[in-house]
């Protein structure tokens, strides 16, 4: 099942309501494209019935660091009411400080006009919900996004839900550690991170290492 940003009310991935937004051309011919989002608009991206599993999410907007830094993604699984991902789009798809490279890898890819896709599996047993929302300052900033998933899926009550964080120091302290993850308890793993350095000064700042 896709998600696409061709309906006039918030779409929710139900079957066969991705092409009801007419163009002039007639119905199912995108009548809705994309959505222009101004400063402080949000949209849903998807809500989703479980048992499922979001198997990739594809989203570009025009890649300005303003956009890549003032997008903020968030994602809750099973009615939260806080986010269990909560960070700037360009982070959140493998891209540090606003800037949009080509990049691969075995979770992100990225282009260097900032086509951005997570292919992270993301299993959730009752409801996924993710939104975006224009946190920055660029206004009517066309922004297209697709999300694909299964449903009635098979999972373990135990199955792990993603976390994503988003942490930042400007500047950081000499003499001080950046903490990556705040310490965690219960079953778990660490995915990784995306972790940008701004040299401000042109000092060599690569003496510093990973405590674990």
């Not at 002039?24 to 048992?51: F, H, Q, Y």
């Not at 993710?130 to 999972?155: A, C, H, M, R, S």
């Amino acid at each position: 099942f896709l998600i696409f940003p061709a309906l006039p009310w918030i779409p929710t991935g139900e079957k066969g309501k991705g092409g009801m937004a007419a163009s002039n051309l007639g119905v199912g011919r995108k009548g809705r494209a994309l959505v222009n989002l101004n400063p402080g608009e949000k949209i849903t991206l998807c809500d989703i019935k479980g048992p499922a599993v979001i198997r990739r999410i594809w989203v570009t907007l025009p890649a300005k660091k303003e956009n890549l830094l003032g997008f903020v993604v968030r994602g809750y699984w099973d009615g939260q009411k806080n986010p269990s991902i909560e960070a700037p789009i360009g982070y959140f798809f493998g891209s540090a400080h606003g800037i949009a490279k080509a990049y691969q890898s075995a979770v992100h890819s990225m282009t260097d006009t900032a086509g951005m896709s997570i292919y992270l599996q993301m299993p959730f047993l009752k409801n996924a919900k993710f939104t975006i929302t224009n946190e920055g300052p660029e206004k009517y900033v066309p922004f297209y996004y697709q999300v694909d998933y299964t449903i009635n899926e098979k999972l373990p009550n135990d199955i792990g839900r993603l976390h994503v964080s988003f942490r930042r120091e400007n500047p950081t302290t000499l003499g001080e550690d950046f903490t990556i993850l705040p310490k965690r308890t219960g079953m778990g793993r660490f995915l990784g991170c995306v972790l940008g350095i701004n040299n401000v000064d042109n000092k060599w700042w690569g003496e510093g290492e990973v405590k674990m």
